[in-house]
């Protein structure tokens, strides 16, 4: 049975019908127990068309809250506390869509709200002799290809660990490599494995503790990763080791080392000031430890890369009026978003392997992106672009100023308008079929009705429903509607609500 996170405890008459705004007002307490929580942050958004700003407020000692004075009309309700997932009034689920609070006028609307926590995977590191070994770091990934470090654990002297704040999935779970004076022993994840695809998953839900996750960590050889950045620097680089399984980062200006790493092939780079005459630092290298060795990086000058944004006809654009996005994609997997300032048609982009995309203000959309270095897995362009910086070079996106749009009406099992539905577009490769950039989202209005614009031409699946916060593309692939949106044109596509 589907545990519920959200009940509408009354729906309370008028009290005086010369009152001319709704109260929301209701209480929020901790799923498993019951207990009121205090300090929780209530947000109240309007939906696209509603003529009223956001509200928010949090809960007293005693877990209420009160929003009142709001003007008639649909609404989205959510409650924020750390150490809690986030609650969306009208979930089914933890990660799926909340629904919409449709208020008249002088209504007096009481909610319930339960908030439940995070997970936790527990349990003890042994040794051959199954006694506990003290002090040794845990490390919970998300089961994805390459895993996703998710949290970190020590054990306490005798062995025992405990990971925590995990939100429901499956994970694999792994000691690190460690070694003493007399020992060392290999990173092992549970069921005794040196390979994530024989490792133990385990499935995490809200409010649950996993217990006898237990690690018996393989005796094996290690290798030492040190060397030196050459030449030898006046000022401090970030270098940064990566794995399969994490990252590890540190700063010299000359020797350094990092953990010791079972054999293999792994990755560094390097950043750090240049001064007068460079305007960065940097390099990017493969390392083959598959046999010790010191591992010595140069790191040379770069300049900055020459970037330019023109239209299909040639002419130059402004490059101020557009953002460009990127994200360095190492063994690890993909790093965090980060904006590319561009200063006199030039930016500063380091060695190694990035994905960038470029976002364009209204009116305008990618038509093309060119660039002197290898891209690899080639996509649509108005996507993340995947290329491997090795030295200088060029980035040029062609725009083009007549984009496409999608609108509809989104309808309920009796063809009513469902007010406050997600809507989801993705684009699609037109010869693979799957995804090709990243999920946009819209939220109906009041009425049913969703808008998006800017569109590129090409492929798209699109699908409205409440099942998911955020679908993946096998989701998308099952159950979303295909589209071809063209150049200058917005297309008219009425959808049905998708219902589990």
């Known amino acids: 049975m589907r545990q519920v996170f959200v009940r509408i405890a009354v729906l309370i008459p008028a009290m005086a019908a010369t009152l001319a705004a709704a109260t929301v007002r209701g209480n929020v307490v901790e799923h498993q127990t019951g207990k009121p929580l205090s300090r929780v942050l209530m947000k109240l958004l309007p939906l696209p068309g509603v003529a009223a700003q956001p509200m928010t407020t949090r809960t007293s000692q005693y877990g209420s809250f009160d929003f009142s004075g709001v003007p008639a009309g649909a609404y989205l309700l959510s409650a924020y506390r750390?150490?809690?997932?986030?609650?969306?009034?009208?979930?089914?689920?933890?990660?799926?869509?909340?629904?919409?609070?449709?208020?008249?006028?002088?209504?007096?609307?009481?909610?319930?709200i339960r908030m439940p926590r995070f997970g936790a995977i527990t349990g003890r590191v042994l040794d051959e002799n199954e006694v506990g070994i003290p002090n040794m770091p845990v490390v919970a990934y998300r089961n994805t290809r390459p895993p996703e470090l998710m949290a970190r654990g020590t054990a306490d002297e005798q062995g025992r660990y405990r990971i925590y704040g995990l939100e429901p999935g499956s994970y694999v779970v792994r000691s690190a490599a460690w070694e003493d004076e007399t020992i060392s022993y290999l990173p092992t994840f549970s069921r005794d494995a040196e390979d994530v695809e024989q490792a133990r998953t385990v499935d995490v839900n809200t409010d649950q503790e996993v217990d006898r996750v237990d690690l018996r960590p393989i005796r094996g050889k290690l290798v030492e990763v040190s060397g030196v950045v050459i030449p030898s620097l006046p000022h401090l680089v970030k270098l940064t080791f990566a794995t399969d399984v994490g990252r590890e980062e540190t700063e010299t200006a000359g020797a350094y080392r990092f953990g010791s790493v079972p054999p293999g092939v792994y990755e560094m780079y390097a950043e750090g000031p240049g001064g007068d005459h460079c305007d960065v630092l940097a390099a990017w290298m493969e390392v083959d430890l598959r046999r010790p060795h010191p591992v010595n990086l140069t790191v040379p000058c770069m300049s900055r890369t020459f970037v330019a944004v023109a239209g299909r006809n040639g002419q130059a654009m402004d490059a101020s009026q557009f953002q460009i996005l990127a994200r360095r994609v190492d063994k690890a997997g993909a790093r965090e978003i980060q904006e590319i300032r561009i200063e006199?048609?030039?930016?500063?982009?380091?060695?190694?392997?990035?994905?960038?995309?470029?976002?364009?203000?209204?009116?305008?959309?990618?038509?093309?992106?060119?660039?002197?270095?290898?891209?690899?897995?080639?996509?649509?362009?108005?996507?993340?672009?995947?290329?491997?910086?090795?030295?200088?070079?060029?980035?040029?996106?062609?725009?083009?100023?007549?984009?496409?749009?999608?609108?509809?009406?989104?309808?309920?099992?009796?063809?009513?308008?469902?007010?406050?539905?997600?809507?989801?577009?993705?684009?699609?490769?037109?010869?693979?079929?799957?995804?090709?950039?990243?999920?946009?989202?819209?939220?109906?209005?009041?009425?049913?009705?969703?808008?998006?614009?800017?569109?590129?031409?090409?492929?798209?699946?699109?699908?409205?429903?409440?099942?998911?916060?955020?679908?993946?593309?096998?989701?998308?692939?099952?159950?979303?509607?295909?589209?071809?949106?063209?150049?200058?044109?917005?297309?008219?596509?009425?959808?049905?609500?998708?219902?589990?």
């Not at 689920?93 to 008249?104: C, P």
């Not at 009116?363 to 993340?384: A, I, L, P």
């Not at 290329?387 to 099992?413: E, Q």
């Open 82 to 112: 750390q150490n809690y997932l986030t609650v969306q009034y009208g979930q089914k689920r933890w990660n799926s869509a909340g629904q919409a609070i449709v208020l008249d006028e002088a209504a007096a609307t009481v909610l319930n």
């Open 344 to 500: 006199s048609r030039r930016a500063l982009l380091l060695p190694g392997r990035w994905q960038i995309m470029l976002k364009t203000p209204p009116g305008y959309f990618v038509y093309d992106m060119q660039t002197s270095w290898m891209q690899q897995g080639r996509r649509r362009s108005d996507g993340w672009n995947d290329i491997t910086i090795t030295n200088p070079g060029n980035i040029r996106f062609i725009v083009g100023t007549n984009p496409g749009g999608v609108h509809g009406l989104v309808s309920g099992i009796a063809h009513e308008p469902v007010a406050g539905t997600p809507v989801f577009l993705e684009p699609i490769d037109s010869v693979s079929g799957k995804r090709a950039g990243d999920l946009r989202s819209a939220i109906a209005d009041a009425r049913g009705q969703y808008h998006f614009a800017g569109l590129a031409p090409g492929q798209y699946r699109i699908l409205a429903t409440f099942e998911y916060l955020s679908p993946d593309s096998e989701v998308m692939a099952a159950s979303g509607k295909t589209l071809t949106v063209s150049e200058g044109r917005d297309r008219d596509m009425a959808l049905d609500l998708f219902v589990m």
